[in-house]
């Protein structure tokens, strides 16, 4: 009895303590607008705990529940609108919290009752949940007409405008990530497309955060109801946005190529043939990267993306692996078939990257100016292009003959690491070009050194000598010597490495293209022979 009674206590003062040290529930707003990450973070936990963790439910505590978490729904889509140091940031992320504990918790004692049913109530609101929590962020949200408790200061100046349409965008993100659209209606999520739709065509540089939005909302909302479903908020929402009639009238965007292949993927991954009628036209083809489809052509309007500051790649990219590429024992492999059109996979990679890499982002090379159109920034993307093309393990005659071709290892590579006559600076894309040179080799290195590994390494090697016979020489870098598995190890004891198939494989490959090179600098009548080693 004594032990009970004094291990009550004891767990009183620990939680009475760890009360203490919480933010105070007013202050947490103003912190949660803090630059400091930690700052905000330690806010919106200090809040959630004052709302919702309690050791025991009394009336009174469920009535202070209701008032503070009916106030702090407010407060925190109004600071969704502020513009003062990270507020958007710290009021999103708190928000989705909020929002998950509302709908998935309840007093203890009272299990059929939600905080956010009891939110409504004190609201005088007589809508679902879903539907009030919409209805709350518009007009916390509305430039026009401000939120109950908000001051209308009159015209509002062209920031004011920029956050609170930032505003509504962070609070769409917030509560599709706090799971609250769960059993949302139609209705309410075409609401929310409807709003994002409109985000995107205020201005162009809203396009991309838009899109992205629409992605995670579209990307939730599949997995909350079936296919068909999906497929009828898909073309009664889009099927106007994804207007193919008007496409070379300069209505769509890079972006509007971002949302059409992320739907596509979406079906892909589910494994459904059949697709609502506004996603049935193939978008991403050979024989489109030189079609105008929204007032130039579409690799064009990739390049173009090089204005995405590194290391920043813009959204378009992501999107377009996810369509050619599926996951499959742990790796990210190329898809065997696209849901639309006739071209492959290895169709689509092969132009792109003739059609975009080597034709738009370096451009023409004429000799003594080198390549005319090589932008450093374009220089940049072409670049993370080549980082991401080797996380999808392509097959060894793709890696040499395509993605490793002699304009792009001179221009990206060679030129950007070779040093400088006369006392020049470094080239400003040189730490870049040494981290995707690192990147690709770790990519190609990493794992069993089987037979098609072994090509692949193979191949690379033989691109970068094909660019320059003297490679690892004029970058300064072990890339070719890594490849061919011949820099130094610790001494083991074994000859296991030296004696497996994979190598042995490699260095036959390998003795056989030195061999060959050397054939055809005889043939040619060269006098030396020391660039064939």
């Known amino acids: ?48 705990n004052h709302l919702f963790i309690k050791s025991e439910w009394e009336k009174t505590s469920i009535d202070a529940t209701v008032k503070d978490g009916t106030y702090a729904l407010t407060r925190l889509m109004n600071g969704l609108c502020s513009g003062r140091g990270s507020a958007r940031q710290g009021f999103a992320s708190c928000l989705a919290t909020f929002l998950k504990f509302s709908f998935q918790m309840g007093p ?61 965008l ?32 205020h201005k162009n540089w809203f396009r991309e955060p838009a899109i992205h939005a629409l992605k995670e909302l579209c990307s939730s909302f599949s997995t909350q109801v079936d296919i068909a479903a999906f497929g009828k908020l898909v073309q009664s929402s889009l099927s106007a946005f994804f207007n193919f009639e008007k496409k070379a009238n300069g209505t769509w965007s890079v972006e509007k190529i971002v949302l059409y292949l992320h739907l596509q ?24 990267f030189d079609e105008n489809i929204g ?101 060894s005659e793709i890696v040499q003959n395509v993605i490793l071709q002699k304009p792009i290892v001179t221009n990206l590579f060679v030129n950007s690491l070779q040093k400088f006559s006369g006392g020049k600076k470094t080239h400003t894309l040189k730490p870049l070009a040494l981290t995707v040179l690192q990147s690709i080799v770790d990519s190609l290195s990493s794992g069993p050194l089987d037979g098609e590994s072994a090509m692949r390494r193979f191949g690379a090697s033989k691109a970068f000598l094909k660019a320059n016979p003297s490679f690892d020489n004029v970058t300064k870098t072990d890339t070719v010597t890594v490849l061919l598995g011949l820099e130094n190890k610790p001494d083991t004891g074994t000859e296991d490495d030296i004696e497996d198939g994979g190598h042995s494989m490699l260095w036959e490959k390998h003795f056989a293209f030195v061999m060959e090179e050397i054939n055809e600098r005889l043939s040619a009548g060269e006098e030396s022979l020391m660039d064939a080693n």
């Not at 769409?172 to 409109?198: F, H, N, Q």
């Not at 993927?265 to 059949?274: A, G, V």
């Open 170 to 201: 962070f609070g769409i993100l917030a509560i599709v990530r706090s799971g609250a659209l769960v059993s949302a209606s139609e209705t309410v999520i075409g609401d929310y497309v409807a709003d994002l739709l409109s985000l995107y065509e």
């Open 295 to 395: 007032g130039e052509s579409m690799k064009l309007m990739l390049r173009d993306t090089s204005a995405t500051v590194y290391p920043k790649v813009h959204l378009v990219w992501k999107s377009i692996w996810s369509y050619l590429s599926e996951e499959a024992d742990g790796k990210q492999q190329l898809r065997d078939v696209l849901i639309v059109g006739k071209d492959t996979p290895l169709d689509i990679i092969t132009a792109l990257v003739n059609k975009v890499i080597v034709e738009t982002l370096l451009g023409e090379e004429i000799e003594g100016q080198g390549f005319v159109n090589a932008t450093p920034g374009r220089r940049a993307l072409g670049l993370s292009l080549l980082q991401q093309l080797f996380a999808l393990n392509l097959p």
């Open 265 to 288: 993927t979406i079906y892909m991954d589910k494994n459904e043939k059949s697709l609502p009628k506004c996603l049935k036209n193939p978008l991403l083809t050979v024989s489109n």
């Open 108 to 168: 203890e004692n009272d299990s059929k009752k939600r905080w956010i049913d009891m939110f409504l109530v004190d609201e005088g609101s007589h809508v679902g949940a879903e539907e009030f929590v919409r209805n709350k962020l518009k007009e916390c949200t509305n430039l026009e007409c401000p939120a109950k408790g908000k001051k209308n200061t009159g015209k509002k100046s062209r920031s004011d405008e920029r956050d609170y349409r930032f505003g509504r």
């Open 1 to 48: 009895m004594t032990m009970d009674k004094s291990r009550d206590e004891e767990m009183t003062s620990e939680q009475e303590e760890e009360e203490e040290q919480l933010m105070p529930f007013m202050d947490t707003f103003y912190s949660l607008a803090s630059n400091e990450a930690k700052e905000r973070s330690f806010a919106a936990s200090s809040m959630i």
